[in-house]
């Protein structure tokens, strides 16, 4: 044996006689290695998706769990908010109620306090302050009801009144007041009140003659007004004169004109002639008579209200309608249709409006009375 180390060129890489030699592999082509490294790598991507869809699912189930979580408590907290807030309502309906109430008593107080000054106002007020505060609001009182009634005996009587309680109580200072007492109760006298009751009475009365009236389209005999009677003394004496000189034709003369009078009164009575102004009130129906009656007496009423409310323009308007119906549909030479027309004309004369004079003097004086002047 040699001290040299073979090479591994000259090693025999032959097998030993007798050796059962492999047989060698035979080599792949690269196309399959690459569809394999592929498929492992298809293989590890699907496992990681896997992976990945397992975690993002068990993500997604714990989401919709705590959503659930969330919405039961959003839920219930919602079922809070709404009883609360039905609380918070009806707290707040007691409150306004109780703020209602207190606002009431509070008023009530604030009255109660005001009437209390007033009440130590009054008591502290001297005794001439209370009397000249009484005779002015007397005063007032007065001209108010004057001015409501048209009259002016509510304002002379308080006046009145005012000077005698100023004289009882014998004032030096309250002179002044008394004198102008004096001027307004002569100036308020000087005015003539409107006898409203008067003239309501006349209007009645003029409204009770209207179905007595002759109208112009009704013929009605004319009563001939009756001589008085002879005195029975005079009678008697004519008598006896006349049986002293009595002879047969003149008896017969005198039998003969009362016979003839009578004749001619017979017939003035069948005819009678009558000067018409308006033609159509001679053709009025019989059946349209009642309503030209009626007519007349709602004019009449009309006047009568008007009056009673101190509209005395209207209460004219309707008399002088009144006088015109009259005047045109009746008999204006009837003693019945002349009463009525001057019972008219007496109430358009004496129904005006009055200015009611103010007591001025009286309530400057009593102010400045008041005011220690």
């Known amino acids: 044996m040699s001290d040299v180390a073979p090479t591994p060129e000259s090693r025999d890489d032959s097998p030993p006689p007798g050796a059962v030699v492999p047989a060698a592999p035979v ?13 492992a790598l298809l293989l590890v991507l699907g496992v990681l998706a896997l992976a990945l869809a397992w975690k993002t699912d068990q993500r997604v189930a714990s989401l919709e769990q705590e959503l659930v979580k969330r919405q039961q408590d959003s839920a219930r907290q919602a079922v809070e908010a709404q009883m609360l807030a039905k609380q918070a309502h009806e707290g707040m309906g007691a409150a306004a109620a109780k703020v209602a109430l207190l606002e009431a008593r509070v008023a009530e107080v604030a009255l109660q306090r005001t009437q209390l000054e007033d009440l130590i106002q009054s008591l502290s007020r001297s005794r001439d302050e209370n009397l000249l505060v009484d005779i002015e609001a007397a005063i007032r009182m007065a001209q108010q009801q004057g001015a409501i009634t048209g009259s002016t005996e509510p304002l002379v009587l308080v006046l009145r009144q005012s000077d005698e309680r100023l004289a009882r109580y014998s004032q030096p200072r309250l002179e002044g007041v008394r004198r102008a007492i004096a001027r307004d109760l002569d100036r308020v006298k000087s ?11 006349k209007l009645d009365e003029a409204m009770r003659m209207v179905d007595d009236l002759p109208m112009l389209a009704v013929a009605e005999p004319r009563r001939e007004p009756q001589r008085p009677a002879a005195p029975a003394s005079a009678a008697r004496a004519a008598a006896a004169a006349s049986a002293q000189a009595w002879t047969l034709p003149a008896a017969w003369g005198e039998a003969w004109s009362g016979v003839s009078s009578r004749v001619w009164a017979e017939i003035r009575s069948l005819v009678r002639v009558t000067p018409v102004a308006h033609p159509d009130a001679a053709l009025l129906a019989p059946e349209q008579a009642f309503f030209v009656r009626e007519n007349l007496k709602l004019r009449l009423l009309n006047a009568r209200l008007a009056l009673l409310s101190r509209q005395f323009a209207a209460a004219q308007a309707d008399l002088l309608s009144a006088q015109a119906m009259i005047d045109r549909y009746f008999d204006r030479g009837s003693r019945r249709a002349t009463a009525a027309s001057e019972l008219m004309k007496q109430v358009a004369q004496q129904s005006r409006q009055i200015v009611l004079p103010r007591p001025d003097d009286t309530l400057a004086a009593l102010t400045a009375a008041a005011a220690g002047r």
């Open 27 to 39: 080599a792949a082509p690269p196309a399959t290695r690459w569809w394999a490294a592929i498929a």
């Open 191 to 201: 005015i003539g009140a409107t006898d409203v009751a008067s003239l309501t009475i």
